[in-house]
Every structure is written in structure tokens, then in C-alpha cells.
């Protein structure tokens, strides 16, 4: 069985918010408009229980999409209530929820408590106001640090998603972002570069010509510099751009399937030329786990490095760590 923590998603939509955030429509990103109901929860869990890997220690429910604690209280309980049994007979070690800074305090905390809630992910954004204000998000950076301060001392896991390339955000805001965050010592975290989607306050601006949105390499190259940030703090970097978006929804931005690979392969890359010298031929080795983040999406690293005038071979040796690189020339 995996060690590795995997979470069965249950996606809340758009019902939770307060007001609408300049780049969302959470249809679009979740692929779902319908409310879950409890009969659905158990659907995905019987579904999860399929899974050969599947390991009841390292699972949780997670509520995503929306803001979980905003939607309506009766209806927050009730989808509490139907993941709950399954914390309680042992079929998973918790639930894993998201939301807003500005919908947590303690009595809700009490709550999340009492339904098994073990990990709470909040959607920070960004930790410049002037940003947050910006892009609709109706709070404030304050509300970002007395919430995560409410969730540690109640004993939760706290995770903080963070955006680049948000409207009025640049480069050495969000790598302060990254910064503060860290201060805050979250156990995890997400990094999502703006995309603009249909329909959106952003997808407006953006027409209008108000509104720059990320290319691709500008993107991998922050996300890149971010999760240098979060690994030399040791703060576990669980995502990196979203899951998945409808095709019909997509507008413009850096949207990438395998946004995390890109940024993980590039920092390959960067330590591969801090170390090689001379131009000639070597062999470079990695953890077993980082051959193919070396090499890169169909073979760039090593491509990259050959006009830079380095013929290069990627071989594994146990005892490596992660993004750790030896070369031996031959």
C-alpha cells in the first residue's frame, strides 16, 4: 500500500462565498454547478475503496471549490455528518476542508473539531492588500494571520494557497508572499498561477486590455523561485496549478497539465549548470525518484544543456536527495 497522503475530493461549488473574486468561477475549475449531497460523499468513498493503493491511514475527505465554512450552516453540518462515520469506523484518518480567512473563528473551529475535521486549507492569495483588493477578495492580509493563528493553536493542519499573476500582483510581491507565509510556518501549501476562465471579472479586464495575465515560462520560472522558497523552509509543496479546467472555460494564462513537472524539471536544470564546468561529456546522477525530472518533458534538460555545450547521461545512486545532482565526467 502507499504512505503517500491522498485525499477523496468532494467539490462544493460556488455556494459559500460572500462575493465573487475577480478570477473565479468555480464551475469551470471543479467541472461541477450541483451541490454534493451525502449520498455522494459515499459514492466517492465506495469509489476511493477501489483503488489498490488505497490506504485508510493516509486518506482523507476533503471539501474543496468553495468556501466550506461560509455555505450554509444545516448544509455544512449534514455534509460533516456523512464523512464523519467514515473517520469514525476507520475508513479514513480525517477530513480535510478549505475556506476563506474571513469564515473562521473559534466557534467554527469548535465545530470542524467535533465533526473529525483534522486539516484546514486557506485560500491567502496573496498577503498584499492593495492585491487582495484588487481582484474582489473582500479581506484583508490581517484576516489571513488571525486565522491561521486560530487553526494552529486549535491543534489543526494548516495549509495556505497562494496565486501568482493575480491582477495588480508582479514577481517580487508574490516572492514575499512566499516569504510571509513562511513566517507563518503553514504544513503545507498550494501555488496556483492565474488563469483567466470565461465569465470573470478578470476575463473583463483582460478584453479590455487592463489586464496581463503569466506566459508559460514566466510562470515556471516564479513557481520555480516559490518552491526554492517553501523546500529550503521545509514546507511540503502539495500542488502546483489546478487540476484540471473545462477546455471551453479557458481564456488565456499559463494553464499546464503538469504545471508542478515544469517548475520541479527547471530547478534539475538550474542546480545541473551550477555544477557543470567545462563543456563536455558527463554523467549526471540523481534519487531514483528525479530521473525523469532531470531529463525533462520530452527530454528539455538535457536538450538545454547540450546548445550550452554539455552531452549528458542521467543515471540513478541511492543515498541522493531530492533535486541533489553529481556529475562525473566521461
Known sequence: MSSKHSNISIFVPHIGCPNMCSFCNQR???GQ???????DVDKAVLLAQTSKNYNPATTEIAFFGGSFTAINRNYMITLLN???KYVNNGTVAGIRISTRPDAIDRGILMLLKSYGVTAIELGAQSLNDKVLKKNNRGHS??????ACELIKKMGFSLGIQMMTGLYGDNNDLAIKTAKEIVKIGPDN???YPTIVLKDTDLA?????GFYKPQNLDDAVELGTKLLTVFNEANIDVIRMGLHSIEPDSYVAGPWHPAFSELCISKIYFDNAKKILKEKGCYTLYVAPSGVSKMIGQKRI???KLHELGFDCIVKTKEGLKEYEIEAERN
Open 301 to 303: 534538460n538535457i536538450s
Open 204 to 208: 473583463a479586464l483582460f478584453a479590455d
Open 82 to 84: 456523512s464523512a464523519f
Open 33 to 39: 454547478l450541483m451541490a454534493p449531497k451525502s449520498e
Open 189 to 191: 501549501v498550494r501555488i
Open 28 to 30: 469551470y475549475i471543479t
Open 141 to 146: 492580509v490581517k484576516d489571513v494571520y488571525v
